[in-house]
């Protein structure tokens, strides 16, 4: 499917807009990994407790102004934060550049930042949360005509293709190794790619994944920060691998088949 032309104000829209809501979606993660919820208290310092001033709220730019420290203690600040904030301004802004403002766009910006709720979660608690990816993939389903899939065949056949392999290697590993080396929380969020994305870039989205993922684990481990059998929260990279695949996925595979082809 052809994406529809855009205005050239669009993305810068959509990345601002993208921006303050990643604000929320990190409050949001952190209460879900077990912090307090979005709408119970005024954001604080989690080292000392602070209650934060409007001014220390501002996406990003705050971050940047106090140097990654909070003002009141100068503990640091997780950098999940920021990176939650530019991965969010990222998914809006690209993914109106890539569909514009219809149905597509939105419904792409909207799979990015659950993709990014999920890896947030899964990067401070180390699982993925039921009562958003289930959901998500549930819609995902639903809206398939409407969505840069086109149809709920395909929808369908990519969610049971996609969850089913990742089931499958998950417990291949588990009978092979004896211990988890694949999460259902990975295969619950390898539903959700395939039912957005089909089972051809939901493989591409899980590869991307894999490769991304392998790259950092040996990175940390060349560098002695890592041992040779630790573990390491597999969502961020499988969010990574999905947000590529929606962005620039069609393209890639369309030029795989062509390449087939000949």
């Not at 904030?85 to 909207?110: D, K």
């Not at 619950?188 to 790259?215: R, T």
């Not at 969502?235 to 590529?244: E, S, W």
């Amino acid at each position: 499917m052809n994406p529809a032309p855009v205005h050239h104000w669009l993305p810068w829209m959509g990345a601002v807009g993208g921006l303050a809501v990643g604000s929320f979606l990190n409050t949001a993660a952190l209460a879900l990994a077990g912090g307090p919820g979005p709408w119970r208290a005024r954001s604080a310092c989690p080292a000392c407790g602070h209650r934060l001033a409007w001014y220390e709220l501002i996406p990003l730019l705050s971050f940047l102004l106090q140097g990654g420290r909070c003002r009141h203690c100068h503990g640091r600040i997780s950098p999940l934060y920021p990176a939650g904030e530019l991965a969010a301004a990222a998914a809006g802004g690209l993914a109106l550049w890539r569909w514009g403002a219809g149905a597509e766009g939105l419904g792409t910006a909207a799979f990015c930042l659950v993709l990014l709720v999920c890896a947030l979660v899964d990067a401070r608690a180390g699982w993925v949360p039921d009562v958003v990816v289930l959901p998500a993939a549930g819609g995902a389903l639903v809206l398939a005509p409407w969505l840069p899939l086109g149809g709920w065949a395909a929808a369908l056949a990519g969610a049971g293709l996609t969850a089913g392999a990742m089931w499958l290697v998950a417990f291949l590993f588990r009978l092979a190794r004896g211990r988890e080396g694949l999460g259902l929380g990975d295969v619950k969020l390898g539903l959700l790619l395939g039912a957005f994305l089909g089972w051809p870039g939901a493989m591409l989205a899980v590869g991307l994944g894999a490769v991304a993922g392998l790259g950092f684990y040996l990175a940390l481990w060349a560098r002695g920060r890592l041992a040779w059998d630790a573990e390491l929260p597999f969502a961020p990279f499988l969010a990574l691998g999905g947000g590529v695949a929606a962005l620039f996925g069609p393209e890639a595979l369309a030029r795989l088949g062509e390449g087939w082809a000949v």
